[in-house]
Every structure is written in structure tokens, then in C-alpha cells.
């Protein structure tokens, strides 16, 4: 190579010139790749905005021709979310979190959903506790004859009465007293296996001056007949006969509200339920009680807990606790196991009994609880939870029952 005079420059070489055409090739086509890019994104993004605009959510086409109102958690004032006329739209921000908002709207939704669906949801088990047992109601009439100086009663119907038997009804009768006077008392009589009963009997009291009439309390206790134990209350009503006008016959719907007589006092037991279809079993697990009623004369109790397996009215099975000394808010946690097929559940019913235990004469039994697909409607929901939660315990407090 010979030497380059001054002002000449070197010829670039051959390999110069290909690296440098490569690296401009690269050069332009990753300009092209990018500009690709973004055209893609602008086009994709238009595209994927058109179809939540044309699909939108569940509540989008309903919010256009509707006017839906919420009610504030404070409950002082009701909202409108419908577009006011000449209101200014929301700006494009608010477009782009749109789809994001409506889906988790639409998961919120559909949550709070299940949640209320769930047999054993929180809001369930308070609206349970608020809610008082429904007694069932009865109708009745009343007036007074001042020719005859009789006052009349007409026991005519009782309806949706609760179920006090383990067979999944009632055999209801009425007492009726003029009280303060509580010797003295008339009765209709028992109506079978009927919870809601019709009686259409009437009842005279004769020779009763209208001044003390009016000084009486008519008072009406719904019971059910047990041949073999004592009579269990149902409810009762009260009705001074000072606010009626007995000038002529007046008709009553009254519901029914728990004896007074000390049967609503006997305590609470807290038990649950899992039921195993695979395995074919239901085990109850008896677990304490609280505010039990005092037995003994030295005001306490000696409890325990009979567990009674019944099927179509007949005794299968039974298991108990150990006994409690003087203990009239107990601690069991014992657990009983019954084999019960699937297809005789609604056949059976499991007579859960607190007793208090007597060396010197017959147990006394404090209060009863009746699990199955009829009884009352705090323990059929138990029942109900039961099955809806296989394999799961479920616990719940029972008003113990006479």
C-alpha cells in the first residue's frame, strides 16, 4: 500500500461497508416493527372498546332506560344513578377504568349473592335471632248477654300452629280462664294430628254480673294433648274484657305469644350436626347449655342429655351424657353417632332431652328440642344447614321446649 499524500482520504474497505449496511437494515426494520406495533395496539385497543361498548355489563342497558335508586347505609337519603339530562359525561379517564369497574362490580355482585344464598350465611343466622318463633294465631269471639248476664266465648280456629310432636304435628286443644280466677276453667276438645285446627265450639258463662265482667281477663292457652306426659304449651292470649265492647259479638285474630306459666324459662342448648351421605351417618354433638332452669330445691339441677333416634314415630336408637352436679350452665362436648340412610331422613327425627337426674325420685326433664324436617322454624333450618353442609359440623343454640 503506498502511502497517502496530504489532503486524500482512505477508500472504506470492503467489510466497513458490510457492517454498516447491516446495521442499517436492522436499524430500519426494527422502525417498521415498532410503528407495526403500535398500530396493532391502537387497532386491537379500538377494537376490544367497541365490544365492551356493544356487550357492556349487566347493568349497563338496564342504567340507560331505568332509573335505579339506592338507598344510603345511613338510610337518610335516596340517590338516583340515572344520567340527568344536560349533565356533562364522564371524561375519558373514567372510560378506561370502566370495563375494570363493572367486572369487579359484577364479582361483588354476584358474591354478596352466594353469600345470601349460603344456607348458614351471618345475615341469615341474624335475621334467625331477630325474627321471634312464630307460634301460630287463632281466631275467636266474644260478647255479652245483659238479659241473661252471660258472657259468651267462640273458640272457632287456630292456623299455622307449630309441631310439638316428634311425628311432625300436633294434637291442639284450648283452656279457657276468666282470670284473675284460674280454678274455674272450660276446654275444647283435642283435635288430632291437625295444626290447624277448626273447633267452633262456644262457651257460656251464666249468672256473671257485667260489673265484674269487666274486671276479668279473658285469657286463652293453646295446648297439645300427650297421653302419656304432660301437656305441652303451645301460646297463649290475654285480652282485658274492660277494652271490648261486648254489646255484641266481636271477632279476634290474635297471635299467639309464649306461656307466661315458666315454660319459656328452661334454658338454652347448643348443639351440631354432620350428616355424611357417604358414610350414612348423622353425628350429633352435644355441646353446652346455658341458663338452664333450676329442678332442685336447692336452686340448682344435676343435668344431662338424652339423644333419642326416631323413625316413622318408633324409637330406634338412644345415647346421653354423663351427668352434670349442680351445674345449671353446663359444659358436655360429647359426640353420638347414628346410622341413618339418605332415603329415610325425612322420616326421622332426632329428640334431643335435658333432664335433671334425681337419686330420691323420677328424673325431671328441663326441655326438649325436636330436629327434623318439620319441627319448628329454628330447628328445621339446623336441619336444613345440615344437609346443605355435608361433612361439616353445624352448630346452633335451641330454646329448650316443654
Not at 355482585?109 to 294465631?137: F, I, Q
Not at 347448643?270 to 346455658?290: D, E
Not at 328424673?363 to 319441627?375: A, C, E, M
Request: charged share 30%.
Amino acid at each position: 500500500m503506498g502511502k497517502l499524500r496530504p489532503g486524500e482520504r482512505r477508500a472504506p474497505t470492503r467489510d466497513v461497508l458490510l457492517v454498516s449496511a447491516i446495521i442499517t437494515v436492522s436499524l430500519s426494520v426494527t422502525v417498521v416493527l415498532c410503528g407495526l406495533c403500535h398500530w396493532c395496539q391502537r387497532k386491537l385497543g379500538k377494537r376490544y372498546k367497541n365490544s365492551l361498548e356493544t356487550v357492556g355489563t349487566p347493568d349497563s342497558g338496564r342504567g340507560r332506560s331505568e332509573k335505579k335508586a339506592i338507598k344510603l347505609p345511613t338510610g337518610g337519603k335516596v340517590v338516583n344513578t340515572a344520567p340527568v339530562p344536560g349533565q356533562t359525561p364522564h371524561d375519558e379517564s373514567d372510560r378506561r377504568t370502566e370495563p375494570r369497574s363493572s367486572v369487579s362490580d359484577l364479582v361483588n355482585s354476584l358474591t354478596s349473592e352466594m353469600l345470601m344464598l349460603s344456607p348458614g350465611s351471618e345475615e341469615d343466622e341474624a335475621h334467625e335471632g331477630c325474627s321471634r318463633e312464630n307460634l301460630g294465631r287463632i281466631q275467636f269471639s266474644v260478647g255479652y248477654n245483659f238479659q241473661e248476664s252471660t258472657l259468651t266465648v267462640k273458640i272457632m280456629k287456630a292456623q299455622e300452629l307449630p309441631a310439638k310432636d316428634f311425628s311432625g304435628t300436633s294434637d291442639p286443644f284450648v283452656k279457657i280462664y276468666l282470670l284473675p280466677d284460674k280454678k274455674h276453667k272450660l276446654e275444647t276438645k283435642v283435635k288430632r294430628k291437625n295444626l290447624n285446627p277448626h273447633w267452633n265450639e262456644t262457651f257460656l258463662f251464666e249468672g256473671f254480673p257485667y260489673e265484674k265482667v269487666v274486671q276479668r281477663v279473658l285469657y286463652l292457652q293453646v295446648l297439645d294433648y300427650d297421653r302419656f306426659s304432660r301437656n305441652d304449651p303451645i301460646g297463649e292470649v290475654s285480652i282485658p274484657l274492660n277494652k271490648v265492647d261486648l254489646t255484641q259479638m266481636q271477632t279476634f285474630w290474635k297471635d299467639l305469644k309464649p306461656c307466661s306459666d315458666g315454660s319459656g324459662s328452661r334454658g338454652e342448648l347448643l348443639l351440631s350436626l354432620c350428616y355424611n351421605p357417604s358414610a350414612n351417618s348423622i353425628i350429633v354433638n352435644i355441646i353446652k347449655a346455658r341458663n338452664l332452669k333450676a329442678m332442685d330445691i336447692g336452686g340448682t339441677s344435676d343435668p344431662y342429655v338424652k339423644v333419642w333416634l326416631m323413625y316413622k314415630d318408633k324409637r330406634v336408637e338412644k345415647k346421653k351424657t354423663v351427668t352434670m352436679k349442680r351445674n345449671l350452665n353446663p359444659i358436655f362436648n360429647e359426640s353420638f353417632a347414628f346410622d341413618i340412610p339418605t332415603e329415610k331422613l325425612r322420616e326421622t327425627t332426632i329428640i334431643i332431652t335435658v333432664m335433671d337426674k334425681d337419686k330420691l325420685s323420677r328424673n325431671d326433664v328441663i326441655g326438649k328440642i325436636y330436629l327434623s324436617w318439620k319441627s319448628g322454624p329454628g330447628e328445621v333450618k339446623h336441619w336444613k344447614d345440615m344437609i346443605a353442609r355435608p361433612r361439616q359440623p353445624v352448630a346452633q343454640w335451641h330454646q329448650l321446649k316443654a
